[in-house]
């Protein structure tokens, strides 16, 4: 039996590539809502909904349970999937907010995420819950999602984006960032470039599958084994998911999602 793993979109292949490389012998069923991605710019409510058809799509496939990719989902929707999988959901942004908060040494913590994901303010809320007092800085980055989903991940652009972006935690001279997004491990470069090396930088695909690995998720598996869906398999999926999964996707299903599926 799979663990599946949900994302809006593509950009949850970063961290398949990550669960890959932590947990080798686990069986994934990936799931990307490509036909209403992004989710990260529409209401708490629209996501929970899309959340909730999401999580009765795996319940039919019979996955064992949920790592949700998705911080957008993983922030405003995690408890509509524990509702059809109690105590077998993951969600990305506990184990980010573990990570900075053991990074961090002393503050302020930056954390950037879709505006829905930094609107809800799950980041700061629980690291203030952990560390009560740190500064936190938090920052919607739109524009990151789409320059990451065209390849425009260094040199000039991303670097302006990234700077008018990051200028409020350069002035308060943050000592980690978490990066509270799907798409941006594909930014680290420009990140750390705009950064400088102090700051330390909080993966939350990496810190989910560390957090997999620790709860024990595929452990004595041996056998691997992917299967890969999306609600709408049009434009440029294929190449564009080469990129943040870091090889091609083999074979590529096309699911229907909603209250009629
Ligand atoms: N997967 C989303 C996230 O991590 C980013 C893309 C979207 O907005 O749907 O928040």
Excluded at 30 to 47: F, H, N, Q
Aim: glycine share 14%; hydrophobic share 45%; proline share 6%.
């Amino acid at each position: 039996m799979s663990w599946g793993v949900f994302d809006s979109g593509v950009g949850g292949l970063t961290v398949v590539r990550a669960l890959r490389e932590a947990l080798p012998g686990v069986r994934l069923a990936y799931l990307g809502d490509t036909a209403r991605v992004p989710y990260g710019i529409r209401s708490v409510e629209t996501v929970r909904r899309y959340a909730a058809e999401a999580a009765r799509f795996f319940a039919r496939d019979g996955v064992r349970g949920l790592i949700v990719a998705c911080n957008t989902a993983s922030a405003v929707a995690l408890d509509v999937f524990e509702e059809v999988f109690p105590g077998k959901v993951l969600g990305v942004v506990e184990p980010g907010v573990e990570e900075a908060v053991a990074a961090t040494r002393g503050g302020p913590i930056g954390v950037i995420g879709t505006p829905a994901t930094i609107r809800s303010d799950a980041y700061g809320t629980r690291i203030r819950e952990r560390l009560p007092g740190v500064g936190v800085i938090s920052v919607a980055c739109p524009l990151f999602v789409p320059l990451a989903e065209e390849g425009w991940t260094r040199g000039e652009v991303p670097r302006l984006v990234a700077e008018h972006y990051l200028a409020p935690m350069i002035e308060a001279r943050i000592d980690t960032l978490v990066l509270g997004c799907t798409h941006y491990p594909l930014l680290k470069p420009v990140l750390r470039e705009v950064l400088g090396e102090g700051v330390r930088l909080v993966d939350s695909a990496e810190a989910v599958a560390r957090a997999a690995a620790r709860l024990g998720i595929g452990a004595g598996e041996t056998g691997g084994g992917e299967r890969f869906s999306v609600t709408d398999a049009g434009g440029s999926f294929r190449e564009v998911a080469a990129r943040f999964l870091g090889r091609e996707i083999p074979v590529l299903e096309t699911v229907h999602l909603g209250p009629a599926a």
